[in-house]
């Protein structure tokens, strides 16, 4: 049975190898992001609930920089656990191409994402292992048993009804179409009858 093929061409000697650190680093700040993001919303939630308790006397929590590092470290440490639990990635490793995974191409359960994202969260740093490292794996992959790797395929992906027993490359029939192409009237619009 053929699949759909929705790897880019220029990905396709990637697929599968495993990531750089550069890729991976860029990953993580776009998680960052999103963690910096989501634990705003936590102020503004806890905020809005103490103006509905307080009414006239509100005033907005202070709150230290300890507290407020603690509470971005343990909303990514979840967000790492979530994400490489269910689909093996995160935010940031969908918009680069990423996938967490075991050494033998199985994904990681709960306990093992835990322990990962403790690990990237405590110490993030060790990932500069992967850099120099024979396999591209940061001292967390080696201490947790897990690899990171590119790949463009959706989680789970079937393939339709319509694609079975054809392959359909849409990035190749996208670049074979001629690039200075002349557009054909359209009748009644273009004053075209």
């Known amino acids: 049975m053929s699949r759909v093929q929705v790897v880019p061409i220029e990905a ?17 700040a776009i998680d960052l992001a999103v963690a910096a993001l989501l634990t705003a919303v936590l102020y ?13 006397s509100f ?20 967000i790492f656990t979530a994400a490489w639990t269910t689909s093996g990635r995160t935010s940031g490793d969908r918009v680069l191409g990423l996938r967490v995974q075991r050494r033998d191409g199985r994904s990681i ?11 990237c969260v ?11 490292s024979r396999d591209r794996r940061s001292v967390q ?8 790797i590119y790949d463009w395929e959706p989680a789970g ?32 619009i273009d004053g075209q009858r």
């Open 59 to 78: 005033t907005f929590p202070t709150v230290s920089l300890t507290v407020a590092i603690t509470v971005l470290l343990g909303v990514l440490a979840a």
């Open 109 to 119: 359960g709960p306990l093992r994402s835990l322990l990962r994202a403790l690990l």
């Open 44 to 56: 503004a939630g806890w905020a809005g609930f103490l103006f509905l308790r307080r009414g006239r």
């Open 141 to 148: 992959d080696l201490l947790v048993g897990t690899a990171v």
């Open 12 to 28: 396709r000697a990637f697929q599968g190898s495993p990531a750089g650190v550069v890729s991976r680093v860029l990953a993580n």
């Open 157 to 188: 992906r079937v393939a339709s009804d319509d694609a079975v027993g054809m392959a359909v490359d849409v990035a190749a029939t996208v670049a074979d179409e001629p690039r200075e192409r002349q557009p054909e009237p359209v009748g009644g």
């Open 122 to 132: 405590a110490f993030p740093l060790l990932l500069a292992w992967a850099a120099v």
